[in-house]
Nanobody, 115 residues
Framework: QVQLVESGGGLVQPGGSLRLSCAAS????????MSWYRQSPGKQRELVAT???????GYADSVKGRFTISRDNAENTVHLQMSSLKPEDTAVYYC?????????WGQGTQVTVSS
């Protein structure tokens, strides 16, 4: 069973940038989708960005043009480059690996956007 470990979260000022990383303990080549989700206090977890095996990417409307997801199957990592951050981007960000048979979550990394 693959384990996912997120890193790169922290405190950043509005307008700043952060790069999140998700490292898998095994190959991610068998996962149809590698995704980033986020959850703020009192809110449901929401999909932020996803990258398919074929390289197709998708984004939530709220982050389009500001966030970029990238997946490296050779290095078994997924990154989320976040720029022009807003206070409403504050959340715990989770990495998720999805295949036809299973899905796996990381433990999350906190991102706080505040002056």
């Amino acid at each position: 069973q693959v384990q996912l470990v997120e890193s790169g979260g922290g405190l950043v000022q509005p307008g700043g940038s952060l790069r999140l990383s998700c490292a898998a303990s095994g190959s991610i080549s068998s996962f149809n989708a590698m995704s980033w989700y986020r959850q703020s206090p009192g809110k449901q977890r929401e999909l932020v960005a996803t990258a398919s095996l074929s390289g197709t990417t998708g984004y939530a409307d709220s982050v389009k043009g500001r966030f970029t997801i990238s997946r490296d199957n050779a290095e078994n990592t997924v990154h989320l480059q976040m720029s022009s951050l807003k206070p409403e981007d504050t959340a715990v960000y989770y990495c998720k690996a999805t295949s036809w048979l299973s899905s796996h979550w990381g433990q999350g990394t906190q991102v706080t956007v505040s002056s």
